[in-house]
């Protein structure tokens, strides 16, 4: 029986959190009632001012606010003023992290998947836990976790891009 991933789950450091996230289904329910399913099959973690990758690396501001909040948050923002990515706020307050869902089984990248989902900005600062419109499940299943550096992320420097914090399953 598949469960709902609690508060308790993101309440954690997303190195921790990211890795178990692959595997697990992102369930999206419709306004006509539909339920959208599709299994994690990638994500990446951002940790932190320190990590020139995490979009709090340059402190505080309107639009990472968020990440300095509460753990189960969802973060969505627009990238290159087209794709929409959603990311999840995990870890304590004051200390920013989150997990970029970067691909499912079906739909690889995070802005296929998005779409897909029919995820945009309304969702940003909404919760993963408790909605009834967005969760995720729990199946069981878990499989084989290969890590890889982050894309995308030249900007953040050799260190940065090269650390190996992407999960993929």
Request: glycine share 10%; proline share 4%.
């Amino acid at each position: 029986m598949n469960r709902k991933l609690t508060g308790e789950f993101f309440d954690r450091d997303c190195l921790e959190v990211a890795p178990e996230l692959v595997g697990k289904i992102l369930v999206r329910r419709l306004p006509s009632g539909e339920e959208l399913r599709e299994r994690i099959s990638e994500t990446e973690a951002y940790r932190g001012e320190e990590d020139k990758a995490c979009h709090a690396s340059k402190g505080r501001t309107k639009r990472t606010e968020i990440l300095y909040g509460e753990s189960g948050k969802i973060y969505v923002y627009l990238c290159y003023g087209m794709h929409w990515l959603m990311n999840i706020t995990t870890g304590q307050l004051n200390q920013p992290q989150c997990v970029l869902i970067r691909a499912g089984k079906v739909h690889k990248g995070p802005a296929k998947l998005t779409k897909y989902m029919q995820i945009d900005g309304s969702f940003n600062n909404g919760e993963i836990c408790g909605s009834p419109n967005i969760w995720i499940e729990d199946d069981g299943f878990t499989p084989e976790i290969k890590t890889v550096p982050r894309v995308g992320i030249d900007y953040a420097g050799d260190y940065w891009k090269n650390i190996e914090w992407r999960f993929m399953g």
